[in-house]
């Protein structure tokens, strides 16, 4: 066998280079609430406990909340949003900024549809209703925690 | 801003006085009450926005308000007691790790990992310091992203992920130490990211290993790494690996192949052998209804061992590399309890491990029975916090007994 020639990973390279180069955004605000609530003509400022949030609604019929919060994934901060519907349960959840190099598989669509339906006394424990994903575990782990805040607060509020 | 909002709500009210003290009608005076109403309603709304959308003008506000700059860390103590008198029974900060990471940018980042192993290390201590990573990773999409600088070979599932708390057992198990060499990291440059759905790929091109620093058959090719240390880079290895995840699934493989002659420079005798090193693995893991399973079979092969042999062979190492090495373990464990932080899961796992020397009669150079074991272990993982975690196990080899153990370990990472 002959020794590996150092020059291949030059194509390597030149092929990352002709790649797209994309930040750490994934979704703009208008983005993640359309993605949220796609029916909704209006996006309502409504903070709820001091929560950045939203009231979607439709022809003036509330639809349900998008809330906007932020966890720590390893060590870099995650902001994502949720969907709440006006009936207390979870849509989906949206991640917008993801900025470390590891850890992203939170951003798969199965990962995160796992959180619909969800409501305030849902257990949202990571391995136990919530499953994880190898590697990921911390992102994982406090994205589940952040939502199941945010669904405390939620429902807080709402009681008022 | 807000100045001038309340200036506008001070007009709107002293307008609405204005009006109120005029002698309108009561129904016109409700009318105009409702319209007050809506106005400061709108203002509200107005500043509102306008903070929010301040907010929003920096959503990343909180992370840069701190630092670019991360730190982050794990670390172990454990106890292992021996049964067999003859063995020394120990305790010891086995690890503490402490990592690094810098954001320059979306795109660009470090990430490093020092690790002091055993405490004090010094010329009359047993302990090491050592860069568990060091490298710069650029990331192009989620689906590019470059590497480069000293990294973890992605071959296994414990060599990348191998903070306390994510495995089972206080030692790390024997087939991704003897056959895998977790810690396992080298000198290159690598491709990586997510494709499709949870298809995650690694690939490129490093240091290898050095076969003319190979002198422990025990522990596989580990000790012909090179750990970045003036690593001898006449052959350079590639690597590549695959794995597929969805909530709660892992399985993947990993491979690694390249000469290890390294053209004789750490020793002359090797030169002009290529001695190549292949290491393979398949993996998976899934987590269902408490169960947590796991698995892994890892195996490699060795060019030119008996030529490596001859020429490291010491009186001390007669048989310094191994021709083939291969092993497997199956691990089941259960959450027996769990409430909020709190977690105790028991595990129980089975391995197997076969290092193949090479066999010369003539020199009376025969294989080691204890190099060819197989291991119980059985134990509990207990979770204080889901990063903090208090482990115990017992451990019964098959073939070397004396080797038989139990341990306790104190974990965690940060």
């Given at each position: 066998m002959s020794a590996i020639d150092p020059r291949l990973w030059v194509p390597v390279a030149l092929a990352c280079a002709a790649a797209p180069v994309q930040g750490a955004q994934y979704l703009t605000l208008e983005q993640a609430q359309r993605a949220l609530f796609p029916e909704a003509d209006a996006f309502a400022p409504a903070p709820l406990g001091g929560q950045r949030a939203w009231a979607a609604s439709r022809g003036g019929a509330l639809l349900g909340h998008v809330m906007v919060d932020e966890v720590i994934g390893k060590h870099e901060l995650i902001t994502y949003a949720l969907g709440v519907g006006a009936d207390g349960a979870v849509r989906s959840v949206e991640i917008m900024d993801y900025r470390e190099s590891r850890g992203g598989e939170v951003r798969d669509p199965r990962w995160r549809a796992q959180f619909k339906g969800k409501r305030s006394d849902s257990p949202l424990r990571l391995e136990e209703d919530i499953q994880n994903i190898s590697g990921a575990t911390l992102s994982c782990r406090h994205l589940t925690e952040g939502v199941r805040r945010l669904l405390a607060l939620h429902a807080a509020e709402l009681k008022k | 801003m807000e100045a001038r909002e309340s200036f506008v709500k001070k007009h709107v009210k002293l307008l609405a006085m204005a009006f109120a003290l005029s002698p309108l009608t009561v129904a016109a005076q409700s009318t105009i009450e409702q319209k007050i109403d809506a106005l400061q309603q709108e203002v509200e709304r107005l500043k509102q926005e306008s903070r929010l959308r301040k907010e929003q003008a920096a959503p990343a506000a909180g992370a840069d308000a701190g630092s670019a700059t991360s730190i982050f860390g794990y670390g172990e103590f454990n106890y292992n007691r021996y049964r067999d008198s003859e063995r020394t029974s120990k305790a010891d900060l086995r690890r503490f790790v402490i990592g690094f990471g810098h954001r320059f940018s979306d795109e660009l980042s470090f990430q490093s990992e020092l690790e002091i192993e055993h405490a004090i290390a010094s010329a009359a201590d047993r302990g090491e310091v050592a860069m568990e990573q060091a490298y710069l990773n650029y990331r192009f999409s989620d689906a590019a992203n470059v590497k480069g600088g000293l990294f973890l070979i992605p071959l296994g599932i414990l060599n990348e992920t191998h903070e306390p708390p994510t495995y089972y057992g206080v030692e790390r198990n024997e087939v991704e130490t003897r056959i895998i060499p977790t810690t396992w990291r080298e000198l290159g440059f690598g491709l990586h990211g997510l494709v499709g759905q949870g298809f995650k790929y690694d690939a490129g091109i490093t240091t290898g290993f050095n076969s003319g620093k190979l002198d422990d058959p025990s522990t596989g090719?580990?000790?012909?790494?090179?750990?970045?240390?003036?690593?001898?880079?006449?052959d350079l290895s590639v690597y590549g690996a695959l794995n597929y995840q969805a909530p709660g699934l892992l399985v993947g493989g990993g491979l690694f192949t390249g000469n290890t002659g390294q053209n004789g420079q750490a020793n002359p005798l090797l030169k002009g052998v290529a001695a190549r090193l292949t290491l393979w693995d398949v993996h998976a893991k899934y987590s269902i209804a408490g169960f947590d399973l796991q698995a892994l079979y890892a195996a490699g092969t060795l060019g030119d061992a008996d030529k490596v042999n001859a020429v490291t062979s010491t009186a001390a190492t007669p048989f310094a590399a191994p021709k083939s090495l291969k092993g497997w373990y199956g691990q089941a464990a259960y959450h027996v309890y769990r409430r909020g932080d709190l977690d105790v899961a028991p595990f129980v796992r089975l391995e197997r491990f076969e290092i193949r020397q090479q066999e010369d009669a003539a020199l009376g150079l025969f294989q080691d029975p204890k190099n060819l074991e197989r291991v119980q272990t059985i134990g509990v993982n207990f979770k204080v916090h889901p990063q903090v975690v208090l482990k115990t196990d017992i451990q019964h080899y098959?073939?070397?007994?004396?080797?038989n153990r139990f341990n306790i370990g104190l974990g965690y990472m940060f």
């Open positions: - | 090719i580990r000790s012909g790494h090179q750990e970045g240390q003036l690593a001898d880079a006449k098959k073939v070397d007994s004396t080797r």
